[in-house]
């Protein structure tokens, strides 16, 4: 059954080469690295962006401002639960899902770009697949807005 899911989706295929390295996705088939946001001000700077919300998810997206030759092919990726979604063990499971969604999609995700995913509690009830179509519309969307100003 999961691999019928995963058959179907293109993006599947080209990311199924990630690799975990000390915190950092890898795709092999590009330079792009997927990092973690982990201090505060990166999740306030990226709510200041662009976001778009879906039944599962919203997801925010802001430009990375610092243009070093490393940051240049990063993309900075946060995920937050807020408390009043759940107990710790469910928003965890959301976390948990949203990241293997993320390195389904990860060729979606443009550098340079800093995005932080908030979950949902519907993210726990609803069909993986249908998260995988959700995160790639939302994509889409999020890229076509005029980015805001941060």
């Not at 975990?20 to 690295?33: D, F, L, N, R, T």
């Not at 802001?62 to 030759?69: G, H, I, L, R, S």
């Not at 293997?100 to 609803?126: H, S, T, W």
């Given at each position: ?43 306030l700077?990226?709510a ?5 919300g879906?039944?599962s998810?919203?997801?925010q997206?802001?430009e990375?401002k610092?243009n070093?030759q ?15 979604t759940?107990?710790s063990?469910e928003?965890n499971r ?11 999609c990860?060729e979606?995700?443009q550098p340079q ?11 726990l ?6 998260l ?10 999020i890229h ?5 100003n941060?």
């Amino acid at each position: 059954m999961i691999a019928s899911i995963f058959g179907q989706c293109p993006t599947f295929r080209a990311s199924a080469n990630a690799k975990q390295m000390s915190g950092k996705a890898e795709i092999s088939s590009s330079s792009i690295e997927l990092r973690s946001l982990k201090k505060r001000a990166q999740f306030l700077r990226v709510a200041r962006g662009s976001r778009v919300g879906s039944r599962s998810f919203s997801l925010q997206m802001a430009e990375d401002k610092k243009n070093t030759q490393e940051r240049i092919q990063n993309i900075g990726l946060g995920y937050t639960v807020t408390k009043k979604t759940g107990n710790s063990p469910e928003r965890n499971r959301i976390k948990r899902r949203l990241r293997e969604v993320v390195k389904i999609c990860a060729e979606q995700f443009q550098p340079q770009y800093d995005y932080v995913l908030v979950g949902r509690r519907n993210a726990l009830m609803q069909n993986f697949a249908e998260l995988v179509k959700e995160l790639e519309k939302s994509l889409a969307r999020i890229h076509s807005l005029k980015p805001r100003n941060t």
